[in-house]
Each structure stands twice: as structure tokens, then as C-alpha cells.
């Protein structure tokens, strides 16, 4: 049983196992997750949006902080080191970057190269919050980095008729 829940964590922790990738696992788990929301994220409604992320990040900070303890990165309380193989963190980071977005290609692709840029220059606070202990360091600076994207993103709608575009876009699926 006990190698069954390691296999799981693991499998969560490395977004089906993204996280190995020899080159960006960061970048590889954010594209997996890309893809996934690309697929079905036309079919979540705004509470479906409200119930997923608070999920999502609760399954993050739990997994990355076990994982992190597993790879020997942290013990008890302490500041965390994001291992490379963690990812999960890049998966909710960019599901906040694009919800309750207009659901579509450009979406997926903006949300992408996005988040990655904010999550690499990581602006404030998202360094800080790296400081914190166990899974809440390791996941909550790509939140805000996601909060930042998601930001980004709407100013992007709202100034340049992106948001029409991608409008036509949900409309055609």
C-alpha cells in the first residue's frame, strides 16, 4: 500500500511524471498541463473554475512539501528547496493564469508562455514566498506568478481586442 501512495504522490507531484524531463521540467509540466486545459478546459464553468483551483492547490502544497521531504530537500518546518522534479507547482500556477479566461488556442499559448516568463523573473513577492516552509514556499510563488499572468492577460484582453478574438474562438469549439 505504501509504495501504491508513493507511486501517486509521485506520479502528482512530477504531473505524470513531466517533472523527469532532462531538459525545463518546469516548462515540460507546464505544457502538460497546457495541453490538459487546452482539451477540457472548455467544459468548466466558472463554479467548476471556483471548485478546482482550491483543490488543486491544496493537492500542490501537500504533494510538493512530501515530495521535497522524500528527495531530502526539507525537513519539519523548514524552508523548503524546490526540487526539479516538482512541478505540480508550475500545474496550479498555470491553471490560475488562465481561469475564468475565454477558453481557447491563444489562450492556452498566451497563459503558456506567460506564466513561464513570470515564474523564471519571478517578481515580487514571488521570491519571498519561496521562503516559506514546506509545500506553501514551494507552491505559492507560482501562484502569484500565476495571479500576475492572469492579470497580464485580461489587461491584454481588454486593451487590444484579444479577448474578441478569443471570444469567436470558444464560440467555434
Known amino acids: 500500500m505504501r509504495s501504491g501512495a508513493g507511486f501517486l504522490r509521485t506520479a502528482v507531484a512530477t504531473v ?28 468548466l464553468e466558472p463554479v467548476a473554475w471556483g471548485l478546482l ?15 521535497a521531504r522524500a528527495v531530502g530537500r526539507v525537513r519539519g518546518t523548514e524552508e523548503a528547496k524546490d526540487p526539479g522534479v516538482v512541478v505540480i507547482d508550475e500545474a496550479i500556477g498555470y491553471l490560475v493564469t488562465v481561469a475564468f479566461l475565454p477558453h ?8 503558456f508562455f506567460l506564466f513561464r516568463f513570470l515564474d523564471i523573473v519571478k ?18 510563488d507560482d501562484v502569484v506568478a500565476g495571479v500576475y499572468g492572469q492579470l497580464i492577460l485580461r489587461l491584454l484582453m481588454a486593451f487590444t481586442g484579444f479577448a474578441g478574438a478569443m471570444g469567436m474562438e470558444v464560440g467555434l469549439q
Open 16 to 43: 505524470l511524471f513531466s517533472g523527469y524531463s532532462p531538459i525545463a521540467p518546469g516548462t515540460a509540466g507546464t505544457a502538460v498541463i497546457a495541453i490538459a486545459y487546452y482539451l477540457w478546459g472548455g467544459f
Open 53 to 67: 483551483l482550491p483543490i488543486v492547490f491544496g493537492i500542490a502544497v501537500y504533494t510538493a512539501g512530501s515530495m
Open 104 to 111: 481557447g488556442f491563444w489562450t492556452a499559448v498566451a497563459g
Open 123 to 140: 517578481p515580487p513577492p514571488c521570491r519571498w514566498l519561496e521562503k516559506l516552509p514546506g509545500g506553501w514556499g514551494i507552491v505559492l
